[in-house]
Nanobody, 129 residues
Framework: QVQLVESGGGLVQAGDSLRLSCTDS??????????MSWFRQAPGKEREFVIG????????YSADSVNGRFTIYREDAKNTVHLQMNTLNPEDTGVYYC????????????????????WGQGTQVTVSS
């Protein structure tokens, strides 16, 4: 079982960029075995899907709210997944969680929380106006 760890969160201003990273603290994560996604949870709201990448690395999918601003990509040699966030706005504020799904089809990005079997502890992103 992988143990995901997120990093890179912080306090930024509207319009700024931020990059989050996710890796396995145990060093066993093989990205070709897991679909990887980022979810976020704003205060008082449910955790929601943000963006994901398939096991193949060739399929990505993002929520409408971040489409065109957020990008997900992998560094396979480091078994790390990154979330590049540009043009941040206050509505992007929340705790961002990395998630991994081993059972996903090779070219699919699962969208539901219940499909993911490993989660990180989350990293806080706060965007001030």
């Amino acid at each position: 079982q992988v143990q995901l760890v997120e990093s890179g969160g912080g306090l930024v201003q509207a319009g700024d960029s931020l990059r989050l990273s996710c890796t396995d603290s145990g060093g066993s994560l093989n990205l070709y075995l897991y679909a990887m996604s980022w979810f976020r949870q704003a205060p008082g709201k449910e955790r929601e899907f943000v963006i994901g990448i398939s096991k193949s690395g060739r399929t990505t999918y993002s929520a409408d709210s971040v489409n065109g601003r957020f990008t997900i990509y992998r560094e396979d040699a480091k078994n790390t997944v990154h979330l590049q966030m540009n043009t941040l706005n206050p509505e992007d504020t929340g705790v961002y969680y990395c998630a991994a799904d081993r059972a996903a089809e090779f070219t699919r990005v699962p969208l539901r929380r219940s499909e993911y079997d490993a989660w990180g502890q989350g990293t806080q992103v706060t965007v001030s106006s």
